[in-house]
């Protein structure tokens, strides 16, 4: 089945830090550019960054640049974000997604919330 799975969301403080996953299966994972996209409450979708098949290239939104790192396993078929120095503002549902061809494929999301 080809899918992706978000996990590692959660409540946190500002300042505060969570690594997110996202699980593929279905495809050959270690070949396409990754991304993740996140939808604050009440907004548009934003992209925040993306890795390339070899980790060799990676890019930030300027929000999260600095602060955001974008990584992948491709032995495990995962991709990563680690957040640090978080913010209110980070609120959102975070999504991984990848083209597939003419699909774009989408995980469930997770729910991150900054917040004192």
């Known amino acids: 089945q080809v899918q992706l799975v978000e996990s590692g969301g959660g409540l946190v403080q500002p300042g505060g830090s969570l690594r997110l996953s996202c699980a593929a299966s279905?495809?050959?994972?270690?070949?396409?550019?990754m991304n993740w996209v996140r939808q604050a409450p009440g907004k548009g979708l934003e992209w925040v960054s993306d890795i390339n098949s070899g980790s060799t290239t990676t890019d930030y939104a300027d929000s999260v640049k600095g602060r955001f790192t974008i990584s992948r396993d491709n032995a495990k078929n995962t991709l990563y974000l680690q957040m640090n120095s978080l913010k209110p503002e980070d609120t959102a549902v975070y999504y991984c997604?990848?083209?597939?061809?003419?699909?774009?494929?989408w995980g469930q999301g997770t729910q991150v919330t900054v917040s004192s």
């Open positions: 279905g495809f050959t994972f270690s070949t396409y550019w």
């Open positions: 997604n990848v083209v597939l061809g003419i699909r774009l494929l």
